[in-house]
DNA sequence: CCTGCAAGTAAACGATTGTTGACATAGGTA
DNA sequence: TACCTATGTCAACAATCGTTTACTTGCAGG
């Protein structure tokens, strides 16, 4: 009874974003929780999840440890509350109607590669860090079906017709060498992948996502 | 000087295989190393090096606990003997000149996809994870872009051209798109790519690497 | 002002983990 | 047979981790 999880009280219907550098002056329960799930999600992405101590996320947070079990019950509460965030964030893009496989391929592309945003592959590595909780392994292997699915969808799948269940196959595999190459590039930092440029990824990627998700061949 | 890490006696000239299901029936150091380096491996593969415990890897080898420090010194150590014996089997295949770009592929597809072993395709795996330690990284990362080398040198890389540069790029992502592969069936175990026959993958992959690999276009 | 509650802090607990040292035992050798 | 060494066992250690409990601090409303 008295050791209820407080619920985010969900105030976040303003600016969606502006999550970016946000510094802790007073005490605010929100913006502790976003600053936790930030530090959270960089520390389990790049290093896993038995890896990532609590203590070194609350130290990177800026907040003291206990608050990790007070507004998410547990570390493993925390980690499924980064993989829904990850959800939540990669959702509407999969979700926007691609007008072509060329679109797909190009947001892809950005998230990987380009990078506007330096966490933008952690989400993505995020979806192979298994916490072994049931719970959080299962939002996260439904996830990258999803996004199978979708990606499938953009380059012409159906689910009616049986002839066109390979393009499942070919869009999970464009999703094995993404989340490999942000892998390698990210954790692993083999060499040159790792300080390879935009420019010399980006046109190898194209034409490789092309064979795999183009059905009007190369 | 009491506690000096017994070093293996390298007496593995004879039969280098014959590895699969032995018995420990007397006492012998060496069948009870191969046994924690073979139970290790699976563990430090499918869950990764935190996540594993001496203790469960003691218990698959059914072996006591101890004897992972008597003999490797330290769970790292245990780690770094599981590099160093991946290394060791993939040399050989990777050392091989390949006569073509198909002949490459082919093996590739052998290890990852067809698996007449069910540890080949965990053997990539274990070079995907870390253990945190210095020592056993340094291989890792060693091993990876050694691999890239002989893997670009088959596809037609020369040193000296530096017009042939960006093959080592490609090299890479087609290593990443395997190890994203294992990861995705072995260790996530997504659907449909998990349970897919290996006649499924052949075909697009194939392709992929082709494309990758082979200058000589599509 | 002060009172009440949410937000944050500090210290400790129990469980698990890697590791170690003392002890037991098998098996070849003199 | 009687050692003697390599091999294996057992129990406990210190460190670390996630978690909890009791306490303090700041802020808003009467």
New binding site residues.
């Given amino acids: 009874m008295g050791?209820e999880v407080?619920e985010p009280k969900d105030l976040d219907g303003g600016a969606a974003l502006a999550d970016d550098e946000l510094i802790?002056s007073?005490?605010?329960?929100d913006v502790?929780r976003r600053a936790l799930v930030r530090a959270a999600r960089r520390r389990f992405a790049t290093e896993g999840y038995r890896a990532?101590?609590?203590?070194h996320i609350a130290a990177d947070a800026g907040?003291?440890?206990?608050?990790?079990?007070?507004y998410f019950g547990?570390?493993?509460g925390l980690f499924e509350a980064c993989m829904n965030r990850t959800v939540d964030e990669l959702d509407p893009q999969t979700r926007a109607r691609a007008a072509s496989v060329d679109e797909v391929i190009a947001r892809l592309l950005a998230h990987v590669v380009e990078a506007p945003n330096a966490d933008d592959p952690l989400q993505l590595l995020l979806l192979l860090r298994s916490s072994g909780d049931e719970n959080a392994d299962a939002i996260r292997r439904r996830t990258l079906e999803r996004f199978t699915e979708q990606l499938a969808a953009a380059a012409g799948w159906s689910a009616d017709d049986p002839a066109s269940q390979p393009l499942l196959l070919r869009a999970q595999m464009a999703i094995a060498l993404m989340l490999g190459l942000v892998m390698l590039r990210t954790a692993t930092e083999v060499q040159p992948l790792a300080s390879a440029s935009a420019d010399q990824l980006t046109e190898p990627l194209e034409q490789v996502l092309r064979v795999l998700l183009d059905s009007r061949g190369k």
Same sequence: chains 1, 2.
């Fill in positions: 050791n407080q802790r007073g005490r605010d329960a502790t990532t101590t609590v203590r907040v003291n440890v206990a608050l990790i079990n007070r547990s570390k493993e």
